[in-house]
T-cell receptor, first 113, second 114 residues
Framework: KAGVTQTPRYLIKTRGQQVTLSCSPI?????VSWYQQTPGQGLQFLFE???????NKGNFPGRFSGRQFSNSRSEMNVSTLELGDSALYLC????????????FGPGTRLTVT | AQSVTQLGSHVSVSEGALVLLRCNYS??????LFWYVQYPNQGLQLLLK??????LVKGINGFEAEFKKSETSFHLTKPSAHMSDAAEYFC????????????FGQGTTLQVKP
């Protein structure tokens, strides 16, 4: 069974631009969570989607948004990029909302210049 | 609110020596606890999980962890370190109400010396 895939793997953007990251969960998994990983703040939860609905949200500004499609694929969008948004963005899939185990993708490395 | 503290941002051991990575948690409800490993330029891989069954949990690659409620600890151990164990390790607790939110510790980088 294929794992979680994230595209693109690497991205370079300029301050003020917007970016969209994509995540395809493991087949049969319906919940997708997003995390930001930085050297200073570590791993921080962004949001979780299940059945095309945001079920939980972390403490991030409104510039960070996401959505989930009927096939469980998810996208996250960051608008008006700031230098501090440079990070590894990880997507994790799980069977359902509230499932214990989350399986992570390889991440998208975003660099904002 | 849940939180996780990993004691020691860097741990160095010799190949063949015992690996001990420390994790303490804070939770107002019975916790679900996890250890993940991250190799350079990769995502997180689940090593093992505690979900209120056996207190001694065995995971992949020879790792195990023991849940000790009295000490609010969930330390990760491996009897004999291999060079391939060098990586960053994260302890995590599942947020309250099983919301799909993992709360991570700051991570411990394990160095294995030949």
């Amino acid at each position: 069974k294929a794992g979680v895939t994230q595209t693109p793997r690497y991205l370079i953007k300029t301050r003020g631009q917007q970016v969209t990251l994509s995540c395809s969960p493991i087949s049969g998994h319906r919940s997708v969570s997003w995390y930001q990983q930085t050297p200073g703040q570590g791993l921080q939860f962004l949001f979780e989607y299940f059945s095309e609905t945001q079920r939980n949200k972390g403490n991030f500004p409104g510039r960070f948004s996401g959505r989930q499609f009927s096939n469980s694929r998810s996208e996250m969008n960051v608008s008006t990029l700031e230098l501090g948004d440079s990070a590894l963005y990880l997507c994790a899939s799980s069977l359902s909302h509230g499932s214990y185990e989350q399986y992570f993708g390889p991440g998208t490395r975003l660099t904002v210049t | 609110a849940q939180s996780v503290t990993q004691l020691g941002s860097h741990v160095s051991v010799s190949e063949g020596a015992l690996v001990l990575l420390r994790c303490n948690y804070s939770s107002s409800v019975p916790p679900y606890l996890f250890w993940y490993v991250q190799y350079p330029n990769q995502g997180l891989q689940l090593l093992l999980k505690y979900t209120s069954a056996a207190t001694l949990v065995k995971g992949i690659n020879g790792f195990e962890a023991e849940f000790k409620k009295s000490e609010t600890s969930f330390h990760l151990t491996k009897p004999s370190a291999h060079m391939s164990d060098a990586a960053e390790y994260f302890c995590a607790v599942l947020g309250s109400s099983n919301t799909g939110k993992l709360i991570f510790g700051q991570g411990t980088t394990l160095q294995v010396k030949p």
